[in-house]
């Protein structure tokens, strides 16, 4: 166990559906990042937040924003749902300093999406 | 340039056997290099890591191999175990970047009884 939960473990939705996939980093955790991975793109970052700001952004889709709340927990928004948006999204989180060296990357056990 | 390239992409091995898994990456900015195990339905977990001021990390049965000048870096997985059969990432990156991951594609490793 990782220490990072997300929720919903599934989701079944249809196209042009709005859905919300939240996560919750490891105790102390300021960092969380937000992961795509699907059979063809494999492993793809998509946006950081370190303590309620956004710090980098992906090949992340307009449709999608994300955001991290003042008690660090953090929620992907999806919206205009396609069918290639099913995936497995994952949330990672880390201690990442403001200096900027780079600590170890924690995953959650990630939300299926299924976009029919 | 922000690529890292993972081969091969399957690997069978023999209960007991070493497997060897190989990346390669092009940007020299990369500063953390880690690698990630992960079974199905599972989220990656994070094995091991090497920073490129070190040739080779151990830790148990797992060791990192590092070629800065070739930029190359390998998971050699001693004493193989059916136990470790899962699909295993590489990945990389770099603090002007803010720490994202870019990640190889992946090799799905079997290890037969």
């Known amino acids: 166990d990782s220490g990072v939960t997300q929720t919903p473990k599934h989701l079944i939705t249809a196209t042009g559906q709005r859905v919300t996939l939240r996560c919750s980093p490891r105790?102390?955790?300021?960092?969380v990042y937000w992961y795509q991975q699907s059979l063809d793109q494999g492993l793809q970052f998509l946006i950081q937040?370190?303590?309620?700001?956004?710090?980098a952004k992906g090949n992340i889709l307009e449709r999608f924003s994300a955001q991290q709340f003042p008690d660090l927990h953090s929620e992907l928004n999806l919206s205009s749902l396609e069918l290639g948006d099913s995936a497995l999204y994952f949330c990672?989180?880390?201690?990442?300093?403001?200096?900027?060296?780079?600590?170890?990357?924690?995953f959650g056990p990630g939300t299926r999406l299924t976009v029919t | 340039q922000q690529q890292v390239k993972q081969s091969p992409q399957s690997l069978i091995v023999q209960k007991g056997g070493i497997s060897i898994i190989n990346c390669a990456y092009e940007?020299?900015?990369?500063?953390?290099f880690p690698w990630y195990q992960q079974f199905p339905g599972k989220g990656p977990a994070l094995l091991i890591a090497i920073r490129p001021d070190v040739s080779e990390k151990k830790e148990g049965r797992f060791t990192i191999s590092f070629n800065k000048s070739a930029k190359q870096f390998s998971l050699h997985i001693m004493d193989s175990q059916p136990g470790d059969s899962a699909t295993y990432f590489c990945?990389?990156?770099?603090?002007?970047?803010?720490?994202?991951?870019?990640f190889g594609q992946g090799t799905e490793l079997s290890v037969k009884p």
């Open positions: 937040y370190y303590n309620g700001e956004e710090r």
């Open positions: 990945a990389a990156s770099t603090r002007n970047q803010g720490g994202k991951l870019i």
């Open positions: 940007n020299t900015a990369f500063d953390y």
């Open positions: 105790s102390g955790d300021l960092s």
């Open positions: 990672a989180s880390s201690e990442r300093g403001l200096a900027g060296e780079t600590y170890e990357q924690y």
